[in-house]
């Protein structure tokens, strides 16, 4: 049993004094800059867990086929198409126009339109950097993506390419090879400002790759010849310029990685799968002092933890020790000691959710991962208030530090590259074998401190998923092919049955996909599939979610299989999944609507003026006139229509929909194909035209109190007009009140409560073929339900909770057994106006995909 942790930070007793002396006698001799004078204190920014209605604003501008696009497009550029050249590869990068907009410049750091030319003008230094381009952000800006590493010839580099997919591939054979051990160049991937206005990575970068470029010391030549340095330079350039934490879609990129709904998202994905890094820094800012990970418990289930914290945590330690070395204080400078959470807090910064960069890329085979974030604070506030010459010295502290936590890892990698290769040949061979993971002790981690119960998170892998053929209907071909896709598109591998088969004691129909978890990343086909756990009683706090499920969320049946042999299964390997577009030869045709692809299809064909009605399940019926316009549907949006006999009820109509809501619900919403048009009370407040409006979709930045008279009178006439309304959370559960429209009760649960809950579904236009579980953050539910109202759907009886974190107030009350089998979500009409309301979040960050489609048809369902 290990010690107890503490609140705050600890001084080291002589035993770890004398592992950081070792540490520092081996530092890698780069030039550090030379550190500030001046004194200041500013205070950590405080966690942010979504983005803001403002963010929504800033997204209304990003064209909306990026969000169509984001139903199928999966994959980023291939950065292994170049690996038939050597190194280096010198690429002309093109100069954008100067911008003296960008928010860099007042720090006194690169602007975006800088880093072009310093990046051409480095390639020109010597023979040692090389520039790709990993692909484009939201806002359109390249991506750099940087390597730096001794010369390779064409057939170097192809030998290096084939000891890396050995590794990953056959590791039991890699663990032997003598020459993966001498010679297998080590990948480091260091990311820079995935967070736009956390900037000084990217320029801490730049020193240090100028540094590399032209290095003579023996040192540096070594450390080049052992090692491949990856830098994505601007992970966020829309951020960059724009001053923001969010790209030009309003998303915090740093959530995105388990759905990888953005392109800056998934190109660092690919740079995971393409490089294989074993081992990575996401610099960010801003905290005093600067904090360095390993984290907090609860610690992610699905690594491979006992050989993740014990690398993690010597690299924290030299990075620590090179950081003091910088000679920075609280009195001199406003700079504090270092902190490492996991030695030295006891919750609150945890590694549980893969959303974040360093705890996505462990399941690639890194074995040391860290969020550095440095310690002085110069965005928000901060920016608009500070003088610009104390910003500017704050941000060249930043610069310092982060070179020192970039120049320590090198160093601690290179001393250090055959142990961290054979550690990450263990994570690949373990998953490939089915190896029991070892539980972390200060017996299995040596050398790190205060181990203890509260550390020991692992998991019961099944022996395979099974994702069934649409159960042998067409029902849920869509969401399966699309989460095969993702799969697929992270490196996790997937056969496809030739034949019927039985496997853990159920029969399968052909075409059904197989993941069998005896493979390489079983942690992170697990992670993806799993349904969590729920980890509400084991502590207090989470920074971030603690449930995602995509086997629970994304619409498609998912088995896991606890015995039985998947090999005797006949299967071949896929890279893509099999599509599903159908289109019935005769008659009227069907649309389920349980899909937003098929929310999409059906919206371009309102949008062509095809007719549609709706059934009483909430499908919709399409004439046997709109065939060949369903057959180009089908074809774009891979979805089925199949034959019916109904004719359906209410016609339907293209919604528009005037949205205050959050960036992922805007972008979920343009996923679906709805005309959207963003909106809040300041929108409102300055005039708005509510003629060319169908509903209204309200979750965040619309109050109805702040409007002014004429706002507020232009929006109570649309309502009394026939406009519907679909409102979600405390802020259209209050519109709803303010308005006096649907008679409920809205009852507000834990606002830090999150994850995958078990509802009951009514069916009908709203809920008809949903799935039984939903997605909640601070979640809601009805009471006091007047004449009228409808139940669509209810939390689960018992615990609702599946996975995640979610516990009652201080009061009793807020906790998951209020919630069970009360509504969440309602439907009715008021005073002519039909109204749906959600206490669950189904368009979470654009990540529930399965649960989209009930917003989808709500909004279907209450457009005028």
Same mark, same amino acid.
């Given at each position: 049993?290990?010690?107890?942790?503490?609140?705050?930070?600890?001084?080291?007793?002589?035993?770890?004094?004398?592992?950081?002396?070792?540490?520092?006698?081996?530092?890698?001799?780069?030039?550090?800059?030379?550190?500030?004078?001046?004194?200041?204190?500013?205070?950590?920014?405080?966690?942010?867990?979504?983005?803001?209605?403002?963010?929504?604003?800033?997204?209304?501008?990003?064209?909306?086929?990026?969000?169509?696009?984001?139903?199928?497009?999966?994959?980023?550029?291939?950065?292994?198409? $170049?690996?038939?050249?050597?190194?280096?590869?010198?690429?002309?990068?093109?100069?954008?126009?100067?911008?003296?907009?960008?928010?860099?410049?007042?720090?006194?750091?690169?602007?975006?339109?800088?880093?072009?030319?310093?990046?051409?003008?480095?390639?020109?230094?010597?023979?040692?950097?090389?520039?790709?381009?990993?692909?484009?952000?939201?806002?359109?800006?390249?991506?750099?993506?940087?390597?730096?590493?001794?010369?390779?010839?064409?057939?170097?580099?192809?030998?290096?390419?084939?000891?890396?997919?050995?590794?990953?591939?056959?590791?039991?054979?890699?663990?032997?090879?003598?020459?993966?051990?001498?010679?297998?160049?080590?990948?480091?991937? %260091?990311?820079?400002?995935?967070?736009?206005?956390?900037?000084?990575?990217?320029?801490?970068?730049?020193?240090?790759?100028?540094?590399?470029?032209?290095?003579?010391?023996?040192?540096?030549?070594?450390?080049?010849?052992?090692?491949?340095?990856?830098?994505?330079?601007? @992970?966020?350039?829309?951020?960059?310029?724009?001053?923001?934490?969010?790209?030009?879609?309003?998303? $915090?990129?740093?959530?995105?990685?388990?759905?990888?709904?953005?392109?800056?998202?998934?190109?660092?994905?690919?740079?995971?799968?393409?490089?294989?890094?074993?081992?990575?820094?996401?610099?960010?800012?801003?905290?005093?002092?600067?904090?360095?990970?390993?984290?907090?418990?609860?610690?992610?289930?699905?690594? !491979?933890?006992?050989?993740?914290?014990?690398?993690?945590?010597?690299?924290?330690?030299?990075?620590?020790? @090179?950081?003091?070395?910088?000679?920075?204080?609280?009195?001199?400078?406003?700079?504090?000691?270092?902190?490492?959470?996991?030695?030295?807090?006891?919750?609150?910064?945890?590694?549980?959710?893969?959303?974040?960069?360093?705890?996505?890329?462990?399941?690639?085979?890194?074995?040391?991962?860290?969020?550095?974030?440095?310690?002085?604070?110069?965005?928000?506030? !901060?920016?608009?208030?500070?003088?610009?010459?104390?910003?500017?010295?704050?941000?060249?502290?930043?610069?310092?530090?982060?070179?020192?936590?970039?120049?320590?890892?090198?160093?601690?990698?290179?001393?250090?590259?055959?142990?961290?290769?054979?550690?990450?040949?263990?994570?690949?061979?373990?998953?490939?074998?089915?190896? !029991?993971?070892?539980?972390?002790?200060?017996?299995?981690?040596?050398?790190?401190? @205060?181990?203890?119960?509260?550390?020991?998170?692992?998991?019961?892998?099944?022996?395979?998923?099974? %994702?069934?053929?649409?159960?042998?209907?067409?029902?849920?071909?869509?969401?399966?092919?699309?989460?095969?896709?993702?799969?697929?598109?992270?490196?996790?591998?997937?056969?496809?049955?030739?034949?019927?088969?039985?496997?853990?004691?159920?029969?399968?129909?052909?075409?059904?996909?197989?993941?069998?978890?005896?493979?390489?990343?079983?942690?992170?086909?697990?992670?993806?599939?799993?349904?969590?756990?729920?980890?509400?009683?084991?502590?207090?706090?989470?920074?971030?979610?603690?449930?995602?499920?995509?086997?629970?969320?994304?619409?498609?049946?998912?088995?896991?299989?606890?015995?039985?042999?998947?090999?005797?299964?006949?299967?071949?390997?896929?890279?893509?999944?099999?599509?599903?577009?159908?289109?019935?030869?005769?008659?009227?045709?069907?649309?389920?609507?349980?899909?937003?692809?098929?929310?999409?299809?059906?919206?371009?064909?309102?949008?062509?003026?095809?007719?549609?009605?709706?059934?009483?399940?909430?499908?919709?019926?399409?004439?046997?006139?709109?065939?060949?316009?369903?057959?180009?549907?089908?074809?774009?949006?891979?979805?089925?229509?199949?034959?019916?006999?109904?004719?359906?009820?209410?016609?339907?109509?293209?919604?528009?929909?005037?949205?205050?809501?959050?960036?992922?619900?805007?972008?979920?919403?343009?996923?679906?194909?709805? $005309?959207?048009?963003?909106?809040?009370?300041?929108?409102?407040?300055?005039?708005?035209?509510?003629?060319?409006?169908?509903?209204?979709?309200?979750?965040?930045?619309?109050?109805?109190?702040?409007?002014?008279?004429?706002?507020?009178?232009?929006?109570?006439?649309?309502?009394?007009?026939?406009?519907?309304?679909?409102?979600?959370?405390?802020?259209?559960?209050?519109?709803?009140?303010?308005?006096?429209?649907?008679?409920?009760?809205?009852?507000?649960?834990?606002?830090?409560?999150?994850?995958?809950?078990?509802?009951?579904?009514?069916?009908?236009?709203?809920?008809?073929?949903?799935?039984?579980?939903?997605?909640?953050?601070?979640?809601?539910?009805?009471?006091?339900?007047?004449?009228?109202?409808?139940?669509?759907?209810?939390?689960?009886?018992?615990?609702?909770?599946?996975?995640?974190?979610?516990?009652?107030?201080?009061?009793?009350?807020?906790?998951?057994?209020?919630?069970?089998?009360?509504?969440?979500?309602?439907?009715?009409?008021?005073?002519?106006?039909?109204?749906?309301?959600?206490?669950?979040?189904?368009?979470?960050?654009?990540?529930?995909?399965?649960?989209?489609?009930?917003?989808?048809?709500?909004?279907?369902?209450?457009?005028?």
């Amino acid at each position: 049993m290990g010690m107890s942790r503490p609140s705050g930070p600890v001084s080291l007793p002589p035993s770890r004094s004398v592992a950081l002396a070792a540490v520092a006698a081996g530092a890698l001799l780069l030039t550090a800059l030379a550190p500030g004078s001046a004194s200041a204190d500013p205070t950590p920014r405080p966690v942010v867990r979504e983005g803001s209605p403002s963010d929504a604003g800033r997204a209304s501008g990003a064209p909306a086929a990026a969000a169509v696009r984001a139903l199928g497009d999966t994959r980023a550029p291939g950065l292994g198409d $170049d690996e038939a050249r050597g190194y280096p590869r010198e690429r002309k990068l093109v100069v954008p126009p100067e911008n003296p907009a960008d928010k860099s410049i007042k720090l006194g750091l690169t602007p975006y339109h800088g880093i072009a030319p310093k990046l051409n003008a480095l390639q020109r230094v010597g023979d040692r950097v090389s520039v790709e381009i990993a692909g484009r952000s939201a806002g359109g800006h390249q991506l750099y993506l940087v390597t730096v590493t001794a010369p390779e010839s064409a057939r170097e580099t192809a030998r290096q390419e084939r000891m890396r997919e050995r590794i990953e591939n056959a590791p039991g054979a890699a663990a032997g090879d003598r020459a993966i051990k001498s010679s297998y160049k080590t990948p480091v991937f %260091i990311n820079n400002n995935i967070h736009g206005n956390e900037w000084e990575g990217t320029d801490a970068a730049l020193k240090l790759i100028e540094r590399l470029a032209g290095a003579k010391d023996a040192r540096s030549k070594d450390l080049l010849a052992h090692n491949r340095l990856y830098f994505s330079i601007t @992970a966020n350039p829309d951020g960059r310029i724009a001053g923001t934490r969010a790209n030009a879609n309003g998303f $915090d990129l740093n959530r995105d990685f388990i759905t990888a709904s953005q392109p800056e998202t998934r190109a660092v994905r690919q740079i995971a799968v393409a490089k294989q890094p074993a081992v990575m820094l996401d610099l960010h800012g801003y905290v005093n002092g600067t904090l360095i990970e390993p984290t907090t418990p609860p610690h992610g289930e699905n690594y !491979e933890y006992d050989l993740f914290l014990k690398n993690s945590y010597a690299n924290a330690l030299g990075m620590e020790a @090179a950081i003091k070395r910088l000679g920075y204080t609280e009195e001199k400078d406003g700079v504090k000691p270092p902190v490492i959470p996991f030695r030295d807090q006891q919750e609150g910064w945890d590694d549980w959710p893969p959303i974040f960069t360093p705890q996505y890329l462990p399941f690639h085979g890194a074995v040391a991962t860290h969020t550095i974030e440095f310690p002085m604070q110069v965005n928000n506030e !901060e920016y608009e208030t500070r003088p610009v010459a104390e910003l500017r010295r704050r941000a060249a502290v930043n610069v310092d530090i982060a070179g020192a936590a970039m120049r320590a890892t090198l160093d601690h990698t290179d001393r250090h590259r055959r142990s961290v290769i054979a550690d990450q040949i263990e994570v690949f061979r373990r998953g490939a074998t089915g190896a !029991e993971q070892v539980p972390v002790s200060e017996e299995t981690v040596p050398g790190v401190p @205060a181990i203890g119960p509260e550390d020991v998170y692992t998991t019961d892998f099944p022996r395979a998923y099974v %994702i069934p053929a649409g159960g042998g209907s067409r029902r849920s071909a869509p969401a399966a092919a699309r989460l095969v896709d993702h799969l697929l598109a992270n490196d996790v591998r997937v056969g496809r049955a030739s034949h019927g088969f039985r496997l853990g004691g159920r029969t399968y129909p052909k075409g059904s996909y197989v993941v069998d978890m005896h493979q390489p990343k079983r942690g992170l086909a697990n992670v993806m599939l799993a349904d969590g756990r729920d980890i509400s009683g084991k502590v207090s706090t989470m920074y971030d979610i603690s449930g995602w499920s995509l086997g629970r969320l994304w619409g498609a049946s998912v088995d896991a299989v606890r015995s039985g042999d998947p090999h005797r299964v006949h299967t071949r390997a896929v890279r893509s999944a099999a599509r599903v577009g159908y289109v019935a030869p005769r008659g009227k045709l069907r649309l389920r609507l349980d899909d937003p692809r098929e929310i999409a299809a059906l919206n371009s064909l309102l949008a062509q003026g095809v007719s549609a009605r709706r059934d009483h399940d909430g499908s919709a019926i399409l004439p046997a006139s709109a065939r060949r316009a369903a057959t180009a549907a089908a074809k774009k949006y891979d979805v089925a229509f199949d034959a019916t006999k109904a004719r359906g009820g209410a016609a339907l109509h293209r919604t528009r929909v005037a949205a205050a809501v959050t960036p992922g619900e805007l972008f979920a919403l343009r996923e679906m194909n709805f $005309d959207v048009t963003p909106v809040s009370t300041a929108v409102l407040n300055s005039g708005f035209d509510w003629r060319k409006t169908d509903a209204l979709f309200v979750s965040a930045g619309l109050d109805r109190g702040k409007l002014d008279p004429g706002a507020r009178a232009g929006l109570d006439r649309f309502l009394a007009g026939g406009g519907g309304l679909v409102g979600r959370g405390a802020a259209g559960a209050a519109l709803n009140t303010a308005a006096k429209l649907l008679a409920v009760e809205p009852v507000q649960g834990n606002g830090d409560a999150n994850g995958v809950v078990r509802v009951a579904n009514s069916g009908g236009a709203v809920t008809g073929g949903a799935p039984d579980h939903s997605f909640v953050y601070a979640p809601m539910w009805f009471t006091g339900l007047g004449s009228g109202v409808r139940v669509e759907q209810t939390y689960g009886t018992g615990d609702p909770l599946v996975s995640g974190h979610w516990r009652a107030l201080e009061d009793g009350g807020g906790g998951p057994s209020d919630a069970a089998g009360r509504a969440s979500v309602v439907s009715g009409s008021a005073g002519g106006t039909d109204v749906v309301l959600f206490g669950t979040e189904p368009l979470f960050r654009d990540h529930p995909k399965g649960v989209f489609p009930q917003v989808g048809r709500a909004l279907l369902s209450v457009g005028r």
